[in-house]
T-cell receptor, first 109, second 115 residues
Framework: GQNIDQPTEMTATEGAIVQINCTYQTSGFNGLFWYQQHAGEAPTFLSYNVLDGLEEKGRFSSFLSRSKGYSYLLLKELQMKDSASYLCAVRGNTDKLIFGTGTRLQVFP | NAGVTQTPKFQVLKTGQSMTLQCAQDMNHEYMSWYRQDPGMGLRLIHYSVGAGITDQGEVPNGYNVSRSTTEDFPLRLLSAAPSQTSVYFC??????????????FGAGSRLTVL
């Protein structure tokens, strides 16, 4: 079977750094995605990892360790607009992209 | 370029009624999929298609039918709606699903309530 785990909720302060973890167990591995979803809106793509290591994109970075079945999304210099849900998704050996339940991040001033 | 267009945005049904959620994309994407999103459950894959004429089941296919007669359209049919199908439905597409960082582009969502 497939299992993807993320914390349900996190809170942080504007200007701070937050790390959202994702652990997964899947049949095979062909990439891990992070999506952002604001309340009432559609998910939008943030990052993609298929090899071990860190991918940096502006204030957002994503890390992958395939041997540990582990990824994290790092958000720096938090802004109020970063309050959203962050979805971890894994593509295994099939055409399916399977999502975790998402982490709701609240940023406070 | 409209991207992925879903209709309707909102729908209320009575138990036992049938309806079709429409999804169309104008990006020439081969891969299309339907997800439902429920509180605490995340996005769950209902059905997907890797090209015209090809469909397959996802994690939660029961109660739903799909077809893919053209590259652009991927409708989702509820034959006999049940309250358990109350959810927000998202259609998503990408060029292909298997190679590289093929990113899913999502439609705006359709909120369905079954009474």
């Amino acid at each position: 079977g497939q299992n993807i785990d993320q914390p349900t909720e996190m809170t942080a302060t504007e200007g701070a750094i937050v790390q959202i973890n994702c652990t997964y167990q899947t049949s095979g591995f062909n990439g891990l995605f992070w999506y952002q979803q604001h309340a009432g809106e559609a998910p939008t793509f943030l990052s993609y990892n298929v090899l071990d290591g860190l991918e940096e994109k502006g204030r957002f970075s994503s890390f992958l360790s395939r041997s540990k079945g582990y990824s994290y999304l790092l958000l720096k210099e938090l802004q109020m607009k970063d309050s959203a849900s962050y979805l971890c998704a894994v593509r295994g050996n099939t055409d399916k992209l399977i999502f975790g339940t998402g982490t709701r991040l609240q940023v406070f001033p | 370029n409209a991207g992925v267009t879903q209709t309707p945005k909102f729908q209320v049904l009575k138990t036992g009624q049938s309806m079709t959620l429409q999804c169309a994309q104008d990006m020439n994407h081969e891969y299309m999929s339907w997800y439902r999103q429920d509180p605490g459950m995340g996005l769950r894959l209902i059905h997907y298609s890797v090209g015209a004429g090809i469909t397959d089941q996802g994690e939660v296919p029961n109660g739903y039918n799909v077809s893919r007669s053209t590259t652009e359209d991927f409708p989702l049919r509820l034959l006999s709606a049940a309250p358990s199908q109350t959810s927000v439905y998202f259609c998503a597409s990408s060029y292909t699903q298997f190679s590289g960082a093929n990113v899913l582009t999502f439609g705006a969502g359709s909120r369905l309530t079954v009474l």
